[in-house]
């Protein structure tokens, strides 16, 4: 059996566009907020439009920098400009390619199933990791789930879960898994990069009371 969470449920909301969706998701009670630098995708923000919704973030809200294979210059460029507190590297970026950077770097794992797990968390033995679904053309945000199952606890004490999270699902997730953090992007969405507002809360009431 997984032991209990010795810290509380981290929620992170991911494909921020626009400062009031950010101002909902903190009012709701995220936990960090994720911009997405990845140029082909639809929830794409430049790092020069993000830096002012995140310098108006409070300061226990830590803002989050989505990356798909992308040149070391333009991570650390994104990093000056937007302030980030957090990396995370959504392709094939090796384990020091995710340590090279000032601050900390979660590693995204795109899996077909949780029994596949495992094997991909073996080339990244430190630092959080995110789990989410493969899909052969997109990095994320693709609305499918996967059927959750009890994780080792070594494991879950520094996993995110991803991959098509709403807040109708989110709670047997964290009861079944017991993760470090959810994440959730469209399942709180009305459109690619724009929040639902009373989706954002549902979804981190149900997350955070599981």
Known sequence: MIAPRKRPLCVKICGITR???AVAAVAAGADLLGFNFHPQSPRYIAPEDAAPIVAALPPQVRAVGIFVDADPAFVEHALAIARLGLLQFHGSESRDYCLRFAVPAMKALR????ADLDAAAAAYP??????DTADPERYGGTGRSLPAVPVAR???????VAGGLKPTTVADVVRRMRPLG???CS??????GVKDHA????????????
């Open 19 to 21: 400062p009031d969706d």
């Open 199 to 210: 989706l954002l809360r549902d979804f981190v009431t149900h997350a955070k009371t599981a």
């Open 187 to 192: 399942g709180v969405e009305r459109a690619p």
């Open 126 to 131: 430190e630092g959080w990791l995110l789990v």
């Open 182 to 184: 959810v994440d959730a």
């Open 111 to 114: 899996v077909a199933s949780f």
């Open 154 to 160: 070594e494991l879950a004490r520094r996993l995110f």
